[in-house]
């Protein structure tokens, strides 16, 4: 592909969105040589047999004539199957509950999409319509940073550096974030503005893309076999009732058992036995906890610095990317950490990745393994069980 005037390339994903229309049009105005790419990554029909993918390349290639710049289409179907669906159907299957966005981030967008860009289409930077900053600036960025810091959105609202909390550092330093600085109104009126009609009130895109609308049991189930087992109240030890396998049940979430006075929520997962432990109420302490250990951690930067000097270091996290923050002290456990909340949490969730912050710094993430609340619960129940 040929250069315009041996201006600095960025290659900028487009999605068929208002974001990643105006990230676009801001780098066109920046002076950049602009190509953009729409990355499919799921070939599926939802449940009307209309396949979005389709519909969401064919409004980027709208917003990409409009601008007067290149379009072009990078198929990672198979890539998306193999790195990301694949891992998230067998962590479902040892009771685990993944984050598919974040999967995607780390295998696809800002690995296989990042390298293509370089290799393919001649990239010397790639930009995205996340809602996200670093301290890479655009007008800048001649002189790399070493260490370039992920940094949150100024709408802390659509804040989106909890997905991008797995970003490669070799990747982060190479990529821009446009609209970082803007609110999420903001950017609607800028397309507005340059007649970027067809994509400036289209609804935000919600869920997980390849599920659609329809209900997620009913999808999972298309490609996992159900594998019954028992629901077993935390607190008796005794069977209260049957599901059709753990896949489709998350920590925390509502089970309609008949015959009971209060609701029950899941509590726990033991996938060797295919035992839900279940806890009556929506408030019970099985569902709470404030110390958890996870895997091996993520550093965008690098280690933080009390936590090699000292042996803990006091942050702030989220495990889920509408949720607050959270104060946290965090220390090394074996090969991954142990961490410990000023105030318990309900339905800390293993599979889900803990993203921990200091300030505006997105610092990086590690996944949850174990709920060493809910491990407590779990041997009680077992013993319960043992003496019935």
């Known amino acids: ?31 950049y040589d602009v190509v953009g790419a729409f990355m499919k990554n799921w070939d599926g029909k939802d449940e009307l047999g209309v396949c979005q993918a389709d519909k969401d390349a064919e409004d980027a290639e709208q917003t990409c004539k409009a601008l007067s710049i290149p379009f072009v289409e990078v198929n990672f179907v198979k890539e998306y199957w193999n790195h990301v669906f694949e891992n998230l159907l067998q962590d479902y299957q040892t009771g685990l509950t993944p984050n598919p966005d974040i999967l995607c981030n780390y295998h696809i967008k800002f690995d296989l999409f990042f390298d293509y860009a370089k290799v393919k289409l001649g990239a010397d930077y790639v930009a995205t319509g ?195 923050l959270t104060a946290a002290q965090i220390a090394f456990n074996q090969s991954g950490l142990i961490v410990t909340l000023k105030q318990p949490l309900r339905a800390l969730t293993p599979g889900q990745y803990a993203v921990f912050y200091s300030g505006q710094e997105c610092l990086g993430c590690a996944r949850i393994t174990q709920n060493v609340d809910n491990a407590q619960h779990l041997h009680k129940t077992d013993v319960c069980s043992s003496t019935a």
């Open 130 to 324: 996340h809602y996200a900053r670093s301290s890479l600036r655009m007008d800048s960025c001649d002189s790399e940073v070493e260490n370039t810091k992920l940094l949150t959105a100024h709408d802390s609202f659509k804040d989106q550096t909890f997905f991008l909390s797995h970003i490669k550092q070799t990747s982060l330093r190479k990529t821009f974030f446009p609209i970082g600085h803007l609110l999420k109104s903001q950017v609607r009126n800028i397309a507005s503005d340059n007649d970027l009609n067809h994509v400036a009130n289209r609804p935000d895109s919600t869920g997980i893309c390849f599920i659609g609308r329809r209900n997620f049991q009913d999808f999972i189930c298309e490609y996992i076999p159900d594998n019954p087992g028992p629901f077993v109240d935390v607190d008796t030890g005794k069977e209260v009732g049957r599901h059709q396998g753990i896949h489709m049940w998350t920590v925390g979430q509502r089970c309609r058992i008949g015959g009971c006075l209060q609701p029950y929520f899941v509590a726990s997962k033991q996938p060797e036995t295919r035992t839900i432990f279940v806890a009556s109420g929506t408030n019970h302490p099985a569902l709470y906890s404030n110390v958890f250990i996870t895997d091996t951690p993520h550093w965008i930067c690098s280690t933080p610095k009390d936590l090699l000097e000292k042996g803990t270091f006091d942050c702030y996290f989220r495990f889920q990317h509408t949720k607050p």
């Open 1 to 31: 592909m040929v250069r315009v005037n041996n201006l600095k390339r960025v290659v900028c994903g487009v999605s068929g969105g208002v974001d990643s229309s105006v990230t676009a049009l801001l780098l066109k105005r920046k002076g």
